[in-house]
């Protein structure tokens, strides 16, 4: 009897991670939009420039533990995070850091949801015929083009690429690689943002972030969206004219 109640108990744990991201978020987006915002960067801007000034490898450490936090837990703040890293460490550094501390957090919510539900989904998926298993293999033949464009196309909302590949079983070596190179084109963006921000403050403005739309800077996102996507569209092509 004790080992059937482990063997219950088991699925229901693998679920934990997951439900307390979720929990996490949901309870992040009521109570923590108003304070991981531009305005409490104002706000705090000289206390944070001074202890950067005075204990730049904490400040460095401290930063990355909070994006992590953020990305992780799928909590509201994610945009002001990265322009805050360009602010603090300036465009190299400070994209270096938004990456490397976004990466891990993606890396955190992608295991917590392949643990779970991940596993109990792949596995329906695995046993499943038709329309489900002809995506899923579909989807692992095109496996590194899919995850690019899912990071490269800015519509896809962060956390969304995070938590589907999770869901529909995709191997982690693949997930984590194009986390790290996919996302570091918008995070060089919003570094780059970042790096001006003291003079938006001087002039009592806020970042306008609109700046991602502008046909400059969609463009070579887009431009690599559409090598991303090349793979899947030539083997498409190949298959139509054998047929």
Do not use: C
């Amino acid at each position: 009897m004790e080992q059937v109640g482990s063997r219950a108990r088991a699925p229901l744990i693998r679920h934990i991670p997951l439900l307390l991201i979720l929990a996490a978020a949901v309870a992040g987006y009521f109570t923590l939009g108003d304070v991981l915002s531009f305005e409490t960067l104002r706000a705090n801007r000289e206390a944070l420039l001074a202890f950067r000034d005075a204990h730049f490898a904490g400040l460095v450490l401290a930063f990355m533990a909070v994006y992590v936090v953020i990305v992780a837990f799928s909590l509201p703040g994610g945009a002001v995070a990265s322009v805050t890293g360009g602010f603090l460490f300036g465009l190299i550094l400070g994209t270096a850091v938004n990456v490397t501390a976004a990466s891990i957090g993606a890396i955190a919510i992608f295991m917590a949801a392949r643990w779970g539900l991940g596993r109990t989904l792949a596995a329906r998926m695995d046993a499943s015929e038709g329309t489900l298993k002809k995506f899923k293999e579909g989807l692992h033949e095109h496996e590194l083009s899919v995850l690019f464009l899912i990071r490269l196309v800015p519509v896809v909302p962060f956390f969304v690429a995070n938590l589907l590949p999770a869901l529909v079983g995709v191997r982690f070596i693949n997930y984590a690689l194009t986390t790290v190179l996919g996302i570091i084109p918008g995070a060089l963006v919003y570094t780059w943002i970042g790096v001006g921000l003291g003079q938006v403050f001087d002039r009592g403005e806020s970042p306008d972030l609109s700046l991602l739309w502008e046909p400059h800077v969609i463009g070579p996102l887009l431009g690599l969206s559409i090598l991303a996507a090349l793979p899947i569209l030539w083997k498409v092509i190949r298959r139509r004219k054998g047929d």
